[in-house]
């Protein structure tokens, strides 16, 4: 049986003709979609590497709290504890009470077991040597927030320039708990100045 003859094809003949005119045109036709494609790839990888990235340090920061510890303290100073730490565990980190604490605050005042709280400042006092005695009336005095001076302020455990300002700007006081509507003054700063100051 003779096979077929296809050399006179037309269309066969066409498709020969259109490949070895335009072949380089198609090349780089075929080069430039698959650049094209690898960029867009590589982009869809580089995103899903970022945002895993982002994730993990996201989370990290979530599990710690920063906080503020002075006074009475060894080593005083800014520290990052775990989330759920609570105010026994700063103490520990920063070293430990130092020799001229007042043990009296401690024992009847400080709750070590408080939980702490993303940017909590505690302060801790320290032994005052020599209690002021109205020798007339033979009562502690104290400083009245309503009148002392900035100076007689920064004297207090934890009241630097920048709290004595606030506390003379939100006068006047009917008590001594009004403190803790002064930005930045909290429980337990108030807990620990409370017996220095009074409202008269």
Same mark, same amino acid.
């Given at each position: 049986?003779?096979?077929?003859?296809?050399?006179?094809?037309?269309?066969?003949?066409?498709?020969?003709?259109?490949?070895?005119?335009?072949?380089?045109?198609?090349?780089?036709?075929?080069?430039?979609?698959?650049?094209?494609?690898?960029?867009?790839?590589?982009?869809?990888?580089?995103?899903?590497?970022?945002?895993?990235?982002?994730?993990?340090?996201?989370?990290?920061?979530?599990?710690?709290?920063? #906080? &503020?510890?002075?006074?009475? +303290?060894?080593?005083?100073?800014?520290? @990052? $504890?775990?989330?759920?730490?609570? *105010?026994?565990? !700063?103490?520990?980190?920063?070293?430990?009470?130092?020799?001229?604490?007042?043990?009296?605050?401690?024992?009847?005042?400080?709750?070590?077991?408080?939980?702490?709280?993303?940017?909590?400042?505690?302060?801790?006092?320290?032994?005052?040597?020599?209690?002021?005695?109205?020798?007339?009336?033979? #009562? &502690?005095?104290?400083?009245? +927030?309503?009148?002392?001076?900035?100076? @007689? $302020?920064?004297?207090?455990?934890? *009241?630097?320039? !920048?709290?004595?300002?606030?506390?003379?700007?939100?006068?006047?006081?009917?008590?001594?708990?009004?403190?803790?509507?002064?930005?930045?003054?909290?429980?337990?700063?108030?807990?620990?100045?409370?017996?220095?100051?009074?409202?008269?």
């Amino acid at each position: 049986m003779e096979g077929f003859d296809t050399s006179n094809n037309p269309a066969d003949t066409l498709s020969r003709a259109f490949l070895s005119r335009y072949k380089y045109e198609l090349f780089a036709s075929l080069a430039f979609i698959s650049l094209i494609g690898g960029i867009v790839f590589g982009m869809q990888v580089l995103g899903k590497s970022r945002d895993t990235d982002a994730i993990i340090v996201k989370s990290n920061s979530d599990q710690n709290v920063m #906080i &503020d510890i002075g006074g009475a +303290i060894l080593h005083p100073g800014v520290y @990052e $504890l775990s989330l759920g730490s609570r *105010i026994q565990d !700063a103490i520990e980190y920063a070293g430990g009470f130092s020799g001229d604490v007042d043990k009296d605050w401690v024992s009847t005042i400080l709750n070590r077991a408080e939980v702490l709280v993303d940017g909590q400042k505690i302060v801790i006092p320290l032994l005052r040597e020599e209690k002021q005695i109205d020798k007339s009336s033979g #009562i &502690d005095l104290k400083i009245n +927030i309503n009148k002392a001076t900035q100076s @007689e $302020l920064t004297s207090l455990p934890g *009241i630097g320039n !920048a709290y004595a300002l606030r506390i003379i700007e939100h006068r006047p006081y009917s008590s001594v708990d009004d403190l803790l509507l002064v930005p930045g003054i909290g429980p337990s700063l108030l807990s620990s100045i409370r017996d220095l100051v009074g409202v008269y």
